[in-house]
């Protein structure tokens, strides 16, 4: 029986790689979880349909790309979870999603340090993550999503939570404090 399985997603720069690195890492949860990075899945076995030259991009081929996790998932061993991680993992088949969210603010100044990112990208991203794009597009695929507001939480805290979250769906229960609605941050889009 495989365990289960976590879309673990949010807008660039909301810290999806940050938690799942620690993860990997650290004792008390490598044996837990396994991690799927998805950017290296899709660039390892060239899972995209080609690249999107205005965006930089590459566009998953996301037919091929289920099928791939799917035959991971099934490979997951006995005891662990899986963790997808990627801003596309809620379009892939799973439990339970949580969001990873950071306020647009915060955002600008993580994504502006990275080298590769236009100012444009950048503004394309916090304004999305203000127009809270991905939650939307996930409680459109799944009544099982949750939302983890990280702006001023470390890394720790961040992890706690996900875990929160996993834990309770295990006993049944519905972890109230991260369901979405909570999160408005409208006023920080950029004009
Ligand atoms: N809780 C946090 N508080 C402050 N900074 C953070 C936190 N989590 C991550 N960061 C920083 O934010 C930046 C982006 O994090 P990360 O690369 O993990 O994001 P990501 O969600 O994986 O983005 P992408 O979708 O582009 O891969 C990094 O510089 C990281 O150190
Ligand atoms: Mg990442």
Request: with cysteine; hydrophobic share 35%.
């Amino acid at each position: 029986m495989t365990g289960t399985v976590i879309a673990l997603t949010g807008t660039p720069g909301t810290g999806k790689t940050t938690v799942c690195e620690f993860i990997k890492e650290h004792s008390l949860y490598r044996d837990k979880y396994r991690i799927i990075d998805l950017h290296k899945l899709i660039m390892d076995e060239k899972l995209y349909t080609g690249r999107d030259e205005i965006r930089d991009t590459y566009n998953a081929d996301m037919e091929r790309l289920r099928v791939r996790v799917t035959e991971l998932i099934e490979q997951t061993p006995v005891g662990m979870d899986t963790i997808l991680e990627g801003h596309i993992s809620h379009y892939l088949p799973a439990d339970v999603i949580i969001v990873l969210r950071a306020s647009p603010i915060a955002l600008r100044k993580r994504l502006g340090k990275r080298r590769e990112y236009s100012y444009e990208k950048v503004k394309e991203n916090s304004d999305a993550e203000a127009l809270d794009v991905i939650l939307v597009e996930s409680v459109e695929t799944s009544d099982r999503v949750f939302e983890i507001n990280t702006t001023d939480m470390n890394l720790i805290s961040v992890i706690k939570s996900v875990v929160e979250i996993i834990d309770s769906l295990k006993k049944g229960k519905v972890p109230e404090e991260y369901l979405p609605g909570k999160i408005d941050w409208i006023d920080q889009v950029e004009l």
